[in-house]
């Protein structure tokens, strides 16, 4: 079955920076848009970015941009999340998803098939 593995999460001070990846297995990755969401303690999933599966359109929440960069490299069939600057707001479980075969991406989380069991991402002052 598919697989999504996602790693580099970790404790960092405000300011600092942290690289998530997204390992992925038995997906059609180039033909799969995919997608970055988080989920804060007592708080509501949402979606964080966004990249089309041949990686040429992007799309980020107001919250992190500037700030995050998402890519993909569709030859090792993996998703990136290159996070700077990060602020204490920006602590919760990382996850990301795929849609299957979807070449566009959503932003609605109902719409994606495949999710990762996530990565913690944790920012002190």
């Known amino acids: 079955q598919v697989q999504l593995v996602e790693s580099g999460g970790g404790s960092v001070q405000a300011g600092g920076s942290l690289r998530l990846s997204c390992a992925t297995s038995?997906?059609?990755?180039?033909?799969?848009?995919m997608g970055w969401f988080r989920q804060a303690p007592g708080k509501e999933r949402e979606g964080v970015s966004y990249?089309?599966?041949?990686?040429?359109?992007?799309d980020y929440a107001d919250s992190v941009k500037g700030r995050f960069t998402i890519s993909r490299d569709n030859a090792k069939n993996t998703l990136y999340l290159q996070m700077n600057s990060l602020k204490t707001e920006d602590t919760a479980m990382y996850y990301c998803?795929?849609?299957?075969?979807?070449?566009?991406?959503?932003?609605?989380?109902?719409?994606?098939?495949?999710w990762g069991q996530g990565t913690q991402v944790t920012v002190s002052s």
């Open positions: 998803a795929a849609m299957g075969r979807s070449y566009i991406y959503s932003t609605r989380p109902d719409e994606y098939s495949y």
């Open positions: 038995r997906l059609t990755f180039d033909a799969a848009a």
């Open positions: 990249i089309s599966a041949s990686g040429n359109r992007q």
